[in-house]
């Protein structure tokens, strides 16, 4: 009898105080820590735990379990599996990669886990295999190259376009032809990896074409931006904001200078929350955080709301809590499409010089609340 | 315009192959003279690389990082020659391959400690900068001219090494009676470092060449290394001549299927489609080549021993 009033009162006094009392939650985070593609995991990862850090007491009860993946899809389902089973988290994030993230995420959902994608977002995942307990904090893969496509009516006629041969980078020429009105003078698929591209750039050189389109994310990106600099082609570059990440500008060095590239970021956005995450990320990594930092920040404090308001045991009602998504996005103003997946604007920026360092700065707006093409396939409602 | 791009396209296999020989021929070298499988090669042109960018980012100077890339190179060579793979020269290849594994995964980590997990910074030298014209009207860019030009220097440079100088009469004699000539009083286990260093001085340089076109990172190697081994098996295991064609067999293969297989289907097909699958069989076309030689040619193309 005594535990039951116990148990009473506790409930009440919880009830009653909310956020104060609010039970722990435990975070998995299966990310790219070690290989080619590290700068981005560790972004992410420092974005994640700054966002924790920065919430001060309301993420105390908030726990982080934290693995690399290799970018290896078969050893992020083993994480994946452990966390579940043996760390018993009640929220997986993290994942970099789209190849990754079709490994775990509709296994993990399936088993009645939240997943919360900080970067990739393939189209399955946002159409025809979308889960009540998936939430894309990023953006669907297809989005920032809508956006080029858009940008690129209003200056270009005929555009050459590359990106590796795989899922994403099909994802990102279909995307870009979905808005892109005028004509195509080359459309290639390289492989993926590949590190040298000058066949491709002799043959942007001879297509005729007034501007170049490329998806070519991390190392892949920056040796084309280097040797297409390099081989004296001057025809306009733009690309995703992928391509031109702080996590790669340094290494490509002043060949990025004036690319225009779209994004859902950057560190210019004038917003109190942006304002106070660029200054805490580089008063504490001493580096300035990518847009891959950027959406794992919102990601924790997503999190962070959510436990706020309800107790992720009760999973209903912190689904809903996550589907609010009540918290103050660098982005500016963010929020949920039925199928899980972001409503947000979408940039067109540019890469610039601030005294020696290579960053980049918004100059247009491509889109308004933009929605991704695949929400209609999902049968959330 | 159109024999333009083709010349520039030849230009661009040959650059591409004469790359790859700088990293074959160490591979081979290593192989022909201790018979052993060193898959940390691609580790040594990593390290070449980033010796390079740390270098020149540190001194301004890409002359100063290249100088410091085959030193770092041959150095990291020497000691892992001494430390790890004297132990493996008597074992199987099994076990090279374990041991020679590790070392990928120790170098790739102990790089990532040293310098972080961000690529770092390298441009080619303002001497090699720009273009020139070349026949048909195009222009050509210096800078891989100019590895055209270190990659044929080397090619001859090793092939007079090893026909015409003692240290290159012991790596022959090495490569056909490793008891003997340790019989004959010279000193194998030095000749043993001695090549592993200049296999990897070789990797080193490449890496920093490279380093300066595409991005310095950690396991930029690995991809090389593949290559690199597609390489020597088509022109015969322990052949540096063997290495120097299939090298060049390979770069323009893989240059001009880039190129051309697009094309090829995109008179049947529409050109998104044509773009999808000529890229996907390009990107096979080099194990193609390679499959159709060993068919013909089991022992590759020139064969070191009989």
């Known amino acids: 009898m005594k535990k039951v009033i116990a148990a009473g009162l506790a409930a009440l006094a919880m ?39 920065n919430a001060g007491d309301a993420a105390s009860e908030i726990e982080v379990v934290t693995e ?26 993290g994942i970099i990669w789209s190849n990754l993230a079709m490994a775990v995420v509709p296994s993990a959902v399936a088993q009645g886990k939240f997943y919360l994608s900080v970067n990739a977002g393939p189209s399955p995942l946002a159409g025809s295999q979308c889960n009540e307990n998936y939430f894309n904090v990023a953006y669907q893969n297809d989005n920032f190259h809508e956006a080029m ?44 990896g590949q590190t040298d591209y000058a066949a491709e750039i002799a043959q942007i050189r001879a297509s005729g074409a007034d501007s170049v389109f490329m998806f070519l994310p991390g190392g892949m990106g920056i040796a084309f931006t280097k040797q297409y600099a390099q081989s004296g082609v001057d025809i306009p570059l733009m690309g995703p904001g992928f391509s031109f990440s702080q996590d790669v500008l340094g290494a490509i060095g002043d060949a990025a200078l004036g690319v225009k590239n779209s994004g859902s970021w950057a560190k210019d956005l004038d917003n109190e929350a942006n304002a106070k995450f660029v200054e805490t990320f580089q008063a504490e990594y001493g580096r300035l955080p990518s847009v891959y930092a950027a959406q794992a920040y919102d990601t924790a404090n997503l999190i962070v709301a959510a436990a706020g308001k309800a107790s992720v045991k009760d999973a209903d009602a912190f689904r809903a809590a996550l589907k609010e998504a009540d918290f103050d996005s660098v982005r500016g103003k963010f929020s949920f499409n039925t199928n899980n997946h972001p409503i947000q604007d979408i940039y067109v920026r540019e890469v610039i010089k601030e005294g020696d360092v290579l960053t980049n700065k918004i100059v247009s707006t491509a889109f308004t609340d933009h929605k991704d093409a695949y929400a209609a396939e999902c049968s959330l409602q | 315009m159109q024999t333009a791009l083709f010349i520039e396209q030849i230009l661009n296999g040959l650059q591409l192959g004469v ?10 070298l290593i192989f022909g003279v201790m018979g052993l499988i060193n898959l940390a090669h691609g580790s040594l042109y990593m390290v070449g690389a980033f010796a390079c960018a740390a270098v020149a980012g540190a001194t301004g ?3 100063l990082g290249l100088a410091a890339s085959l030193a770092a190179a041959a150095a990291a060579g020497a000691l892992v020659e001494i430390l790890v793979i004297r132990r493996l020269y008597e074992r199987d290849h099994l076990d090279q391959v374990l041991a020679t594994f590790a070392l990928i995964l120790i170098l790739s980590e102990g790089t990532r400690w040293l310098f972080g997990s961000f690529p770092l910074y390298l441009d080619i030298p303002p001497l090699l900068q720009g273009t020139v014209p070349i026949p048909g009207g195009s222009r050509y860019q210096l800078y891989r001219l100019a590895i055209i030009g270190v990659g044929v220097a080397v090619a001859v440079g090793l092939f007079l090494l090893i026909s015409r100088t003692r240290l290159g009469m012991r790596i022959r004699a090495g490569e056909s009676d490793r008891e003997m000539i340790g019989a004959l009083g010279v000193d194998i286990r030095t000749l043993y470092t001695v090549v592993f260093a200049l296999g990897a001085a070789l990797a080193g340089l490449a890496g920093a060449m490279v380093g300066a076109l595409q991005s310095v990172q950690v396991g930029m190697g690995e991809p090389v290394l593949i290559l690199a081994f597609v390489v020597i098996v088509i022109g015969g295991i322990g052949s540096i001549k063997g290495a120097l064609v299939g090298a060049l067999l390979v770069g323009l293969t893989d240059t001009m299927g880039r190129f051309l297989l697009p094309q090829l289907f995109g008179v049947f097909m529409d050109p998104s489609r044509a773009g999808l699958v000529g890229g996907a069989v390009a990107s096979m076309l080099i194990y193609i080549v390679m499959a159709v030689i060993l068919a013909v040619r089991p022992q590759g193309l020139f064969a070191a021993k009989g």
């Open chain 1, 15 to 53: 009830s009653v105080s909310g956020a104060a009392f609010a039970e722990p939650v435990k975070v998995g985070m299966i990310t790219t820590l070690s290989g080619g593609g590290a700068g981005l995991g560790i972004d992410a990862r420092d974005g994640f735990m700054l966002a924790l850090k």
């Open chain 1, 149 to 192: 496509g858009q940008y690129a009516n209003q200056d270009y006629k005929k555009t050459f376009i590359l990106a590796p041969n795989y899922p994403a980078g099909t994802d990102a020429l279909t995307g870009f032809k979905r808005f892109y009105k005028g004509e195509l003078t080359g459309e290639v698929y390289t492989q993926l």
């Open chain 1, 68 to 93: 690399d993946d290799g970018q290896k899809p078969e050893l992020a389902v083993q994480i994946a599996d452990k966390m579940i089973q043996s760390d018993q988290v009640d929220i997986l994030t």
């Open chain 2, 19 to 28: 790359m790859l020989f700088l990293m074959a021929a160490g591979l081979t």
């Open chain 2, 61 to 63: 100077s890409f002359w």
